[in-house]
């Protein structure tokens, strides 16, 4: 058994997220962070000025609505330090440190194919197994610093942005060079200039930039925005940037060019790169429209910077603006009026070397006390790259991506199950709100891994032919734009030898997070789904015993006997279980019911129980009584803190279909009149109990019966289609329940064929599912009902009814009776237990 269930590389926003978000799913989580602290990106670019392009009250999680409230951001657009402090305050808030590993490198991951788990291997030589490896290593990780001859010699000290000293760096009566004039690039330089003696800027690249605007957060502001916060999360998930911008609708082109140069001064004046973009429909599709947008920005730095032949050195034009990552900032241009400032173009004079003193040109030498280098990252793939992963085959992740990154809906890369990656290539990523994305991703992630376990598949990776044909959409969408026609590390231009291969996703993360989830509402179309090892896993030895003594004493097969002899046998069976655990009050009742006195017994646990359970017992309407499962309920009933009324229903063949199922809803309108007295309530049942329950719950909503708080199934009948994979694995085997018995049971209880279809007879045949109160299912491996239980689940997850599914990969059908023999009775109870108590407890 794998030590963990989920392995993730990385701290920083998405890996935070991730253990959260796993954890919380019950699941076993770490996350391996290379850092002395979390915080990723945030953490190791401490240089001066490091501040975020995307506004604070959008750059923040998203998921608890608690935190939301809780936490004040002191300006517009956040600076590392505020974002730091934000991280370790969503650490500390939800007790994630227990399961983040600093300062330790994931080197390694290789995935076995017999296993069907990672292992994943770290710097200090130790290792663990996972059954799902989760990248969180973030698209800008792994910086860069260029290959200038001579850089061993220089007798100064040299940084890198992205691994700025944590104590900070003096600059006061230095000269320095800094090289590199992006994002990062465009906020270090004025910091740097306000203290050293000289600062050379080394530009090969002019890059736009818009003023932030930046300021103070108004606190009667915050508090209104605050008030509707959810709301406007809700438009985010939707808009395109994943942050809701307000543009105009209307294409550039089409306005006259007063009122075009009228809004964009209006967004220049507010300040934000994404509102002034994002003005016009054209901006980023048509080329003379952006030539409008770029000549505007390059007035506004002629009008800045004093020097017209500086001016025009910091003038882009060769590239469309937006291109390239649109630059923030309030004092970058202002800042080459300095008189200590000199602005060193190296397109025409490239850099040719570094000596012990400084930087020569192809026509100068600068003299320099230190050097700074903003030059960027290897983006997308390359912190991934950096680990050795190797997927099926031993086929290392870094020789499949040697033309290109590449990756099912940006997160699953073919050949590599049960891998995934947060933002990876052919996602929105660096093109969207990150945080936003992250969320989305790890929660889809999330919900794949739970529905992998519960339908016991072992492993989960995406088909080639879903991954070419996602990554050719990708291409297309890309290519419908302007971004291509830049040289920019958005393709990979900035990394020598590096495939040009434009792999974000450039649709927009609305469409994108509303393809993710039709892709998981289809079952996860264009995945292969394994249940090999699943099925292969044997019987647990305690619930082996079970059948060896069924076998051991004989008998004809169910559909061979008379229902007298099988309700004998039943009752015999169930004298092996013993007493179950001791409650409070038992007592039983007779319930009105249409037909006539209905039997049942109510088991309280406790004075004050929260709310109320309505069960109803297998036995495939045929066989069972209330006296057969009265050591599981009495255990439920422990378990969750609630009356259980365990209902004695009428019987087939004396009663046919719809006797049971009329009888379980007159037991539900007595118990929620009678009993509950305004507490919550729920039904529940196994097998045809399950089934019972099922078709309660539909009755309750088609007819505005009782408010239903949960829907407990335990391995529940709910179609008579009794050709799905699960009973032929089965067919003819001793797992207490086969095809043949479950065809002796439908002939019993509903022998006109026709009526079967009913959805009170088959509860996945119902055509609407909306509605129904949340699901919580047990399954087991080894039952012929496997599969029909999954499929219900399946109906419910895509009519969007909560499910909760619990999932026993070694256990048969029954076992959540045997409370005195199993284990994992005990412990499906236990856990089906404690969900109704907390529903009980809202």
């Not at 004998?568 to 655990?581: D, L, Q």
């Amino acid at each position: 058994m794998a030590d963990l269930d989920v392995a993730v590389a990385g701290a920083g926003f998405a890996g935070i997220y991730a253990v959260h978000a796993f954890r919380s799913a019950g699941l076993t989580v770490r996350a391996f962070e290379a850092g002395s602290g979390i915080g990723g990106t945030w953490f190791w670019n401490r240089y001066p000025g490091a501040r975020c392009d995307v506004e604070s009250k959008d750059y923040s999680y998203s998921f608890s609505p608690e935190l939301e409230q809780d936490w004040s951001w002191s300006e517009r657009y956040p600076a590392q330090p505020e974002v730091l402090r934000y991280l370790n305050h969503v650490a500390d808030r939800f007790g994630l440190w227990p399961d983040i590993q600093l300062n330790t490198r994931v080197t390694a991951a290789s995935w076995d194919t017999d296993q069907a788990e990672w292992t994943v291997t770290t710097d200090d030589g130790a290792s663990v197994t996972a059954r799902f490896f989760v990248s969180a290593v973030g698209c800008l990780s792994a910086y860069q610093v260029p290959s200038l001859p001579g850089l061993e010699t220089f007798a100064g000290p040299w940084y890198h942005t992205s691994r700025w000293p944590a104590g900070g760096v003096d600059f006061t009566r230095l000269r320095v060079g800094l090289i590199g004039t992006g994002s990062t690039g465009i906020q270090v330089a004025p910091e740097i200039a306000a203290v050293a003696e000289h600062l050379y800027v080394f530009q090969r690249t002019a890059n736009f930039a818009v003023p932030n605007r930046n300021g103070a957060t108004d606190p009667a502001w915050e508090a209104g925005f605050k008030a509707d916060y959810r709301s406007y999360r809700k438009q985010a998930q939707k808009s395109f940037l994943g942050v809701p911008i307000a543009g105009t609708g209307r294409p550039a082109l089409a306005e006259p060019p007063a009122e075009v140069q009228r809004t964009l001064t209006e967004r220049w004046q507010a300040g934000g790169g994404m509102p002034f973009l994002g003005a016009y429909t054209d901006v980023l599709v048509d080329r003379d429209a952006n030539d409008i947008v770029a000549e505007f920005m390059r007035d506004r730095i002629r009008e800045t910077v004093a020097d017209p032949a500086v001016a025009e050195l910091l003038l882009p034009r060769t590239y469309p603006v937006g291109a390239k990552r649109l630059c923030q900032s309030d004092d970058y241009f202002a800042m080459f009026n300095r008189p200590n400032v000199t602005l060193v173009d190296i397109r025409s004079a490239p850099l040719t070397s570094v000596l012990a003193r400084g930087l020569r040109t192809a026509d100068a030498f600068y003299e320099l006390d230190a050097l700074v280098f903003a030059t960027g990252f290897d983006a997308i793939s390359g912190a991934l790259n950096q680990i050795d992963v190797r997927g099926v085959g031993g086929v290392p992740l870094a020789e499949k991506w040697s033309a290109g990154p590449r990756a099912y809906l940006g997160v699953a890369p073919a050949g590599f199950p049960n891998m995934f990656i947060v933002t990876g290539p052919g996602s929105p990523s660096v093109f969207s709100n990150m945080v936003l994305s992250i969320e989305q991703h790890v929660e889809w992630i999330r919900d794949c891994v739970l529905y992998a376990g519960a339908h016991g598949y072992a492993a989960v990776q995406a088909k080639p032919s879903a991954e070419d044909a996602w990554m050719a959409h990708v291409t297309e969408v890309a290519y419908s734009t302007l971004f291509p026609l830049a040289d920019s590390w958005y393709v990979g231009a900035n990394i020598p030898g590096k495939p040009r291969v434009f792999t974000s996703y450039l649709g927009g993360v609305g469409p994108y997070r509303a393809r993710c989830d039709a892709v998981a509402a289809a079952g996860y179309e264009g995945f292969a789904l394994d249940r090999r090892l699943a099925m292969s896993s044997s019987v647990h030895p305690q619930a082996q015993l079970i059948l060896d003594g069924m076998a051991a004493a004989g008998g004809p097969p169910i559909w061979e006997m008379t229902p007298e002899q099988a309700r004998a046998m039943v009752t015999a069976n169930n004298e092996h279980i013993g007493p179950g655990p001791d409650v409070a009050s038992v007592r039983d009742v007779v319930i009105p019911g249409q037909a006539g006195g209905i039997p049942a017994r109510v088991y309280s646990p406790a004075p004050g129980a929260p709310g109320v359970v309505v069960y109803y017992h297998g036995g495939g309407w045929v066989v069972g009584s209330v006296d057969g499962w009265d050591a599981s309920v009495r255990a439920l009933a422990v378990a969750s803190g609630c009356d259980v009324v365990s209902v004695d229903y009428r019987l087939a063949p004396e009663h046919v279909f719809p006797a049971a199922a009329d009888d379980a809803y007159d037991a539900l309108e007595w118990a929620a009149g009678e009993l509950a007295d305004g507490r919550p309530v729920a039904v529940a049942g196994d097998s045809a109990g399950g089934n019972l329950a099922a078709v309660t719950a539909l009755r309750a909503r088609d007819l505005d019966g009782p408010a239903l708080a949960l829907q407990l199934l335990v391995y529940p009948v709910t179609d008579c289609d009794l050709d799905r994979t699960s009973y032929h694995e089965y067919d003819g085997a001793e797992f207490i329940v086969n095809r043949r018995d479950m065809a002796w049971y439908w002939d019993h209880y509903v022998p006109e064929p026709a009526a079967r279809m009913n959805p009170y007879a088959s509860p996945l045949r119902a055509p609407d599912m909306s509605g129904l109160p949340p699901l919580y299912l047990v399954t087991a491996e080894h039952d012929p009902l496997r599969d029909e239980g999954f499929a219900y689940a399946d109906r419910m997850r895509a009519a969007r009814v909560p499910v909760e599914h619990r999932h026993y990969g070694s256990q048969i059908h029954g076992f959540f009776s045997f409370v005195n023999l199993l284990d994992d009775a005990d412990k499906a109870i236990s856990e089906a237990g404690a969900t109704i108590r907390a529903v009980a407890k809202g």
